[in-house]
C-alpha cells in the first residue's frame, strides 16, 4: 500500500483492533476455560476433551462453529460485490451455493457418528479404509486445502485492516494468528466454539445495525420503499447486462446464474475437505450432530444475504450520492461496495463497525483452521508415523505445539501471498494502489483453483464414510485422475476461449475457471464410483472404522501404557501389520473398571444405531429440500 495513500481510519485504530480486542477476547476465553477447568468434568488437559470437547456439544454451539468457520472476510466482501453487480438474484446465488455444502455434510455427521464415533480425524477413516497409499494421498488433499484457506484468511485479514487504517501489513500477518492461537492452546476445541459463539453474535449484531440504518432510519434511503426506487431509477442510468430489462430487482439474471454455478461446484473441496468441519461433527454430540449442521447452514445464509442486500444494493442506490465513493470495476470486484456503504451511511462510525465485523470474521475462521490442523498433525502424522504408542501427555503436547507452529506459519505463509500478489503485475495493480483489491482478486482466483485441483477428492472422501463396498484402489485413483483432469480442463478452457493465450489474466476467467471444477470433481467421483461398482471390497466391515479409538482400544492403551506389557512393541513389524492383528481384539468387549478411561469417548450406549440411521436419511431429505 502505497504510503500516501489516504485511509478511513487512523492506524492505531488498526492496531487497536488487531491487539485490543484480539486480547480481550482472549481474556475472556482463558477465563472460561479456568472456570470450565474448575467447576466442570471437562479439563483441557485431557487430550480427547481438548481436540474434540470431549465429543458432548450440544446442536447450537456446534452451528454456531460452523457459522463461524464459513464466514470469511470475502464471504462479507464478496456477497456485497455481487449484488452491486447483479442486484438481487446476487446475494441469493452467493449465499446458496455456499450453502449446500454444509447442509450436504449434514449427512456425512451423521455416517461418521455410526460409523466411526471416536475417530479424531477425517484422514484416520481414510487411513483405515485405503490404507497406507491412500492415507497419504488424502493426507496431501487435507492438509493442502488447510494451507489455502489458512493463507487467504491470514493475508485477508492483514489486508483488511491495512487498507482501512494504514497498518502495517506484516505485522497484521503474525499479529492476527498469534493472537488467536493464545486460546487455542489453552482451551482447546470448547474454547474454539466459545469463542465462535461470542463472535457469531457479534457479527450478528452489527450487521443488523447496518440492515436497520439502510431500511429503517437513514436519511439517505430509510425503507424498503426507497431502495426499490432507487434503484429501479438506475435501469435507465445504469442497467445491468443479461438482467431482463436490465432490472436490478429481478432474479432472471444470467450473470449471476453463472456466478451461482461457479460457486457451487467450486465450494465443496473448500467444506468436505476442511478438517475444521469433520472436527465439528467430531465433538458435537452423536444425537445431534445432524440437527447441528442443518442449524449451522441455515444460520448461514443470511449472513451473506442479508449484508448484500443492505450494503451491497445501498452501495448502489446511492450511486451519484455526494457521500458515496465512486467505485471502478477494480473496486467492485475486491468487494469495496460494503466499506464504501458503510462509511456513505454511518461515517467513520461505519467504517469502524465493518473493520470490526471483518476481523471478528478472519479470527473465529482462524481458530477454526488451528485446530483442525494441529489435529491432523498430531493424529495422522506424528502418531501415525512417528510414535503409534504415544501417551495422552505426549498427544497433547504435540497438539499444543503444533497449534503454535500453524500460528507463525500462517502468519509466514501470509507475507509469503503478500509479497508474491504485490510482484505479479496481473493483479489489477496497475489499475489501484489499494492492497484490498489486490487481496480479494487473488483469493477468488484461489478459492475457485482449489475447486480445480482439490475437488477430485471429494466424492471419494464422501464415499469412504458412507458406502461400506467402497474400492480403495478406485478411490486413490479417482482422487488423482481428477486432479489430473480438473488441471487438463482449466487449461484447455482457457486455451480454446482466449485464442490459445495462456497468462495469469485469462487463466482466471470464470468459465475457464468452472470447466477446472467440474473436471475435477466428476471425473473423481466417476472413476471412484464405477471402480467400486465394477470391483466392489466386499470384505470390509464398519466394525474397523468403529474400532478406531474405541472404548476397547482406549482401555488397552491406557492399561498397556502403565504395565509396559505389550508384546508388540519390540515387534518390528509395520505399523498397517500390527493395526491388522489387533482389530479382532479391537472390537471385542472389555470390561472397564475404572470410568476416567473412557472420558471424552463415545461408548455403545451413548450411541442408538437405529436413531442414527433415521438421522441420516433425515439429513439426506432435509438438505435437499431446504436447498432447493
Known amino acids: 500500500m502505497s504510503s500516501t495513500t489516504s485511509t478511513v481510519l487512523p492506524q492505531g485504530a488498526g492496531y487497536g483492533v488487531v491487539i485490543g480486542i484480539g486480547l480481550f477476547f482472549s481474556g475472556i476465553m482463558l477465563c472460561l476455560t479456568f472456570i470450565q477447568k474448575r467447576y466442570t468434568a471437562f479439563s483441557p488437559s485431557n487430550a480427547e476433551e481438548f481436540t474434540s470437547a470431549s465429543r458432548s456439544v450440544k446442536p447450537g454451539l456446534i452451528a454456531a ?115 488467536v492461537s493464545v486460546y487455542v492452546v489453552v482451551g482447546g476445541m470448547r474454547a474454539t466454539l466459545l ?48 438482467n431482463a430489462g436490465g432490472s436490478y430487482l429481478t432474479m432472471r439474471s444470467t450473470g449471476g446464474i453463472i456466478f451461482g454455478v461457479i460457486n457451487l461446484v467450486g465450494n465443496f473441496a473448500t467444506v468436505f475437505l476442511d478438517q475444521a468441519y469433520w472436527q465439528r461433527s467430531i465433538a458435537s454430540q452423536p444425537a445431534s450432530s445432524v440437527k447441528a449442521f442443518l442449524l449451522g447452514g441455515l444460520a448461514w445464509f443470511p449472513i451473506p444475504f442479508l449484508l448484500a442486500t443492505t450494503l451491497g444494493l445501498a452501495a448502489r442506490a446511492l450511486t451519484g450520492d455526494p457521500s458515496m465513493k465512486v467505485l471502478s470495476d477494480a473496486d467492485v470486484s475486491a468487494g469495496l461496495p460494503a466499506p464504501a456503504a458503510a462509511a456513505a451511511l454511518l461515517g467513520k462510525g461505519g467504517a469502524a463497525a465493518m473493520l470490526v465485523l471483518l476481523f471478528l470474521a478472519v479470527t473465529s475462521a482462524t481458530s477454526a483452521e488451528l485446530i483442525a490442523v494441529s489435529s491432523i498433525l498430531t493424529y495422522d502424522v506424528y502418531k501415525r508415523y512417528f510414535n503409534p504408542e504415544a501417551t495422552e501427555k505426549q498427544i497433547l503436547y504435540v497438539s499444543h505445539m503444533m497449534i503454535i507452529a500453524y500460528a507463525l506459519f500462517m502468519g509466514v505463509a501470509g507475507t509469503i501471498f503478500f509479497y508474491i500478489g504485490i510482484s505479479m503485475g496481473w493483479l489489477y495493480v496497475s489499475q489501484s494502489e489499494n492492497l484490498l483489491i489486490v487481496w480479494v482478486l487473488t483469493e477468488h482466483m484461489l478459492k475457485l483453483f482449489m475447486g480445480t485441483v482439490l475437488g477430485s477428492a471429494v466424492v471419494p472422501v464422501a464415499l469412504a464414510i458412507t458406502w461400506r463396498k467402497t474400492n480403495p484402489t478406485g478411490c486413490i485413483a479417482g482422487a488423482i485422475g481428477g486432479f489430473a483432469a480438473g488441471l487438463i480442463a482449466w487449461l484447455v478452457a482457457t486455451s480454446a476461449l482466449n485464442g490459445g493465450v495462456l497468462n495469469a489474466t485469462t487463466t482466471g476467467g470464470n468459465y475457464p475457471m468452472l470447466a477446472g471444477n467440474v473436471a475435477s470433481i466428476g471425473v473423481g467421483g466417476v472413476i471412484a464410483i464405477v471402480w467400486t461398482l465394477v470391483w466392489p471390497d466386499n470384505d470390509f466391515t464398519w466394525e474397523r472404522t468403529r474400532a478406531i479409538n474405541s472404548p476397547t482400544s482406549h482401555v488397552h492403551r491406557k492399561r498397556d501404557q502403565a504395565t509396559g506389557s505389550r508384546e508388540d512393541n519390540d515387534d518390528k513389524r509395520s505399523i498397517d501389520e500390527k493395526k491388522e492383528d489387533r482389530i479382532q481384539e479391537l472390537v471385542q468387549p472389555v470390561r472397564v473398571e475404572d470410568p476416567e478411561e473412557l472420558k471424552g469417548i463415545t461408548t455403545q450406549t451413548d450411541l442408538d444405531r437405529l436413531a442414527l440411521k433415521k438421522a441420516f436419511k433425515f439429513a439426506v431429505w432435509a438438505s435437499v429440500a431446504l436447498y432447493l
Not at 490404507?131 to 483488511?160: D, K
Not at 505485522?171 to 498469534?178: E, Q, V
Not at 449484531?205 to 426506487?229: C, E, Q, R
Request: with cysteine.
Open 65 to 179: 462453529g460452523i457459522v463461524s468457520a464459513w464466514t470469511w472476510a470475502a464471504t462479507l466482501l464478496q456477497s456485497s460485490a455481487v449484488a452491486y453487480r447483479y442486484g438481487i438474484s446476487g446475494p441469493y446465488w452467493y449465499a446458496a451455493g455456499a450453502t449446500v455444502q454444509v447442509l450436504l455434510f449434514a449427512q456425512l455427521a451423521a455416517k461418521l457418528k455410526l460409523n466411526a464415533p471416536n475417530a479424531h480425524t477425517f484422514l484416520e477413516i481414510i487411513d483405515v479404509r485405503f490404507g497406507r497409499v491412500g492415507h497419504g494421498v488424502f493426507l496431501f488433499f487435507g492438509l493442502a486445502t488447510n494451507f489455502l484457506v489458512s493463507s487467504m484468511l491470514t493475508l485477508g485479514g492483514s489486508a483488511t485492516v491495512t487498507d482501512l487504517t494504514g497498518m502495517n501489513t506484516i505485522a497484521a500477518c503474525f499479529l492476527i494468528p498469534i493472537g
Open 195 to 242: 469463542c465462535d459463539y461470542t463472535h457469531t453474535t457479534v457479527l450478528f449484531i452489527i450487521i443488523m445495525l447496518f440492515t436497520f440504518t439502510v431500511y429503517g432510519t437513514s436519511n439517505k434511503i430509510g425503507s424498503p420503499k426507497a431502495m426499490h426506487d432507487l434503484l429501479a431509477k438506475l435501469v435507465d442510468t445504469a442497467p445491468v447486462a443479461d
